[in-house]
């Protein structure tokens, strides 16, 4: 079954289930709140390379106006290979980034992919990332959800909202309300670019506003692994009603370590934040 009944609702999903309408819950992190009136950015390096670089792109995307700094010290990377520059830090890569968040006063979100490495991730992290390929990676949800820090729950790219909410729901039951949705491509018979694997789903975040009271936000840059898209598909979020974007920069994009098609340049993303303010403000929302 892929679509949600009313016995879902009741039985299955109760706990994120809508309850009346107007009824949306709000998650903060840090000075960040997510799912009010003003739309949350989280931005930064796909993967942390250096800690002058990790500091260096914090302060560019802060100086623009993000809300919140991303970045990867763990990549679950498609294949096991690490050829030359693509890397993968660890458990350092954790300190660059709380470093630099606090530096420049921006909230940490990072990914955990691993149940032995929950707690020593959430001592660095504001904010937890459940990644797509982990989305039901049930007993690290758990884990996850124990530490009572917010969470970002990437949906998986072959997940029906059903299933997505689904795994909120184990979020929610092991004692963790602080639950952000995070829409970031599904897969398509097609795709458009050959480099392309998804499709942003722009459809799912008025679905989740039907059936769900959490926060959704979207990426743009996993969804279409194509920097020319990026904005566009940003605009589109926003103008569909969700509630931020997370979105890769680099300061230089084209020698990024992990995923080199899809990061913004900072002049790229000073200019998007510019546009997201401005379709953000015909809908009453800041940024």
Not at 134 to 157: D, G, Q, S, Y
Request: proline share 5%; glycine share 10%.
């Amino acid at each position: 079954m892929k679509d949600i009944s009313a016995n879902d609702l009741r039985d299955n999903i109760p706990l994120v289930a809508k309850q009346h309408d107007g009824h949306k819950s709000t998650v903060r992190v840090g000075n960040a709140v997510i799912g009010g009136e003003a739309l949350v950015v989280m931005a930064g390096p796909c993967a942390v390379e250096t800690p002058e670089l990790t500091l260096d792109i914090a302060k560019a995307v802060k100086a623009a106006g993000a809300t919140m700094l991303r970045g990867g010290a763990f990549k679950p990377l498609t294949f096991p290979y690490r050829r030359g520059f693509m890397m993968e830090i660890g458990e350092p890569g954790l300190a660059w980034l709380k470093a630099a968040g606090d530096a420049v006063g921006l909230p940490v979100v990072t990914e955990v992919m691993d149940v032995r490495m929950v707690d020593t991730v959430a001592k660095h992290a504001d904010m937890l990332q459940i990644g797509a390929r982990n989305m039901a990676n049930f007993p690290l949800l758990i884990e996850v959800a124990r530490t009572r820090k917010p969470v970002l729950l990437k949906r998986h790219f072959g997940a029906s909202l059903r299933d997505w909410l689904g795994a909120a729901e184990y979020l929610y039951y092991y004692g963790n309300t602080q639950v952000v949705l995070c829409e970031r491509g599904v897969v398509a018979p097609h795709t458009h670019e050959v480099t392309s694997r998804f499709i942003v789903d722009l459809q799912v975040v008025p679905a989740v506003r039907e059936y769900s009271h959490l926060p959704v936000i979207v990426d743009p840059s996993h969804s279409t692994f194509k920097r020319s898209y990026v904005a566009a598909i940003a605009c589109g979020a926003i103008g569909v009603g969700a509630d931020g974007i997370i979105i890769d920069v680099h300061r230089e994009p084209e020698k990024a370590a992990v995923d080199p098609l899809q990061a913004l340049s900072y002049d790229a993303f000073g200019t998007l934040m510019g546009q997201m303010r401005g379709i953000g403000a015909v809908l009453g929302r800041t940024v």
